[in-house]
């Protein structure tokens, strides 16, 4: 027996509208679901935004900070630099008159000195006199004194001389013996004197110090802090974003409609039903066909809702990126806060070292004019020594043609006495014997007889003899001071 339309449909209409009021349902709840994804997205990308604003700022003023550090860094640097190139002009100037110094004291230690200068002096007094005639004069005249071998200040090593001068007979005149005139120099003073000068240099170096690792550790410092600075944050496209969702939500909409007004459909289909209305099977077999693209179509909206979940993960990892950055920041302005007053701290410590080197390094420059002094001293010295061969050598001069005076006088004195006494004698012969013996008594009396002496008792002047070879290189270095001093003050 065949069923009626009826009786075959209802139960068929039934499910079908159960199903589709369900996926309706499943519909509007995934749309309910997508429009609030929707929203909290936006609200997420406007988060993120503000997020990655901040975190921007906060890069930006690091890294004007760190920018500031390193000026302040190549500061120090810079000013470190120009006090270390003072002291290196410095020690290029004192190595200049030191070597200067040292050429003059070899020069001294070359040039010896007859004993008959010094022989009969004790070893307590100069041969040129006394080296402490006053308070004033102790302090420079202490520089000149007994030395022994072994004391150059300057580390000179004195050449072996070979002091034997042949004598004109052939034989040699040892002068191994003699001093030099640089055994008259009391380099121990001399010696202190560079000793100071060493340790006020080494002192410069102790202040240097104070400050030397100051712009390494700044710059180590700074290149750790950018080092640690995150990475920017790659945010997804907002606007893609905002697309996709628009897109996809006009798509669910489009989905959902299309769920409800299959519903109504069946919704209808099923009051027609129940009010007696037959369907046909082509119409129950097409409400099948639209049912059975239901779970496409909630498959879609899904596909949807993932769709819009996906860049709302997306936003969310951004955002927790983008906090951890901001705290970041946050730890590292507060690490550069520190700094800031480390670095002030430097700062103030390289203005002291700054000034005490400045001030060290014009004493340095006031030793320079000490060693200038000490050469200029003896550099005198040596021209007084000199000259004073050569004033040796006029006085002989002097003496020599005073003594030829003096004895060509006394010869003819001796001899205008002999021709006296005979024209004496000759009249007495002549005439005494007719004069009365009590007349003109000392007529009789022979002339006088003269003798030159030194007056008031002075003994004759005694000159040391000097050979010719001193003199020559005493005249060869006046020339050449002369010389030096001529060219440096048309220099």
């Not at 936006?42 to 890069?59: E, H, I, Y």
């Not at 905002?242 to 109504?264: F, G, I, N, P």
């Not at 909206?301 to 920041?329: D, F, M, N």
Request: with cysteine; proline share 4%; hydrophobic share 35%.
């Amino acid at each position: 027996m065949q069923s009626s339309p009826l009786a075959d449909g209802q139960p068929r209409l039934v499910p079908l509208a159960l199903q589709s009021k369900k996926a309706l349902q499943h519909g509007e709840a995934l749309c309910s679901r997508a429009s609030m994804l929707s929203s909290t997205t936006s609200q997420t990308a406007m988060d993120v935004l503000a997020l990655d604003a901040k975190v921007r700022w906060f890069t930006d003023a690091v890294l004007e900070q760190l920018k500031m550090a390193a000026c302040v860094a190549k500061s120090i640097e810079q000013k470190r630099s120009q006090l270390e190139k003072q002291a290196e002009e410095w020690d290029s100037l004192r190595s200049q008159r030191a070597d200067s110094l040292d050429s003059i004291l070899e020069s001294l230690g070359s040039q010896v000195v007859p004993p008959d200068f010094h022989s009969t002096s004790s070893a307590d007094v100069s041969p040129f006199g006394s080296q402490h005639d006053s308070d004033e004069e102790h302090i420079d005249n202490a520089l000149f004194g007994e030395q022994g071998p072994g004391q150059s200040p300057t580390d000179t090593l004195r050449d072996i001389r070979q002091n034997a001068r042949p004598l004109p007979n052939g034989k040699t005149k040892d002068r191994t013996s003699w001093k030099t005139l640089r055994d008259f120099v009391d380099e121990r003073a001399v010696e202190d004197v560079l000793d100071t000068i060493e340790s006020d240099r080494n002192a410069l170096e102790d202040i240097f110090a104070r400050t030397s690792d100051y712009p390494e550790s700044l710059s180590k410092t700074i290149a750790a802090i950018e080092n640690t600075l995150p990475a920017r944050i790659s945010l997804p496209s907002i606007e893609d974003i905002c697309k996709v969702q628009e897109a996809v939500s006009t798509r669910m909409a489009d989905l959902l409609e299309s769920l409800a007004a299959h519903y109504d459909q069946m919704s209808a289909a099923l009051r027609e039903h129940e009010a007696g209305e037959e369907f046909g099977k082509d119409d129950l077999q097409q409400m099948n066909r639209d049912t059975n693209e239901l779970p496409a179509i909630i498959a879609e909206l899904e596909e949807c809702v993932t769709a819009i979940e996906a860049p709302h993960g997306q936003l969310l990892v951004s955002k927790r990126k983008a906090q951890e950055h901001l705290e970041t920041h946050r730890q590292m302005l507060t690490d550069l806060d520190e700094l800031g007053e480390i670095m002030s701290e430097m700062f103030e410590r390289q203005q002291v070292v700054e000034n005490e080197s400045t001030e060290h390094l014009a004493l340095l420059q006031h030793h320079l004019i000490t060693i200038e002094d000490l050469y200029h001293r003896f550099t005198s010295y040596q021209y007084s020594y000199n000259k004073l061969l050569l004033e040796l050598v006029r006085r002989r001069k002097y003496r020599d043609t005073a003594e030829h005076i003096v004895k060509r006088m006394v010869a003819e004195l001796d001899a205008m006495v002999d021709e006296e006494r005979q024209l004496r004698e000759e009249f007495n012969a002549e005439h005494g014997q007719h004069l009365p013996e009590d007349v003109c008594l000392y007529v009789q009396d022979a002339p006088t007889r003269w003798n030159i002496i030194p007056s008031n008792g002075n003994r004759a002047e005694v000159l040391p003899d000097l050979d010719s070879d001193l003199l020559e290189e005493a005249r060869s270095k006046i020339g050449g001071a002369e010389s030096a001093v001529i060219g440096s003050q048309s220099f």
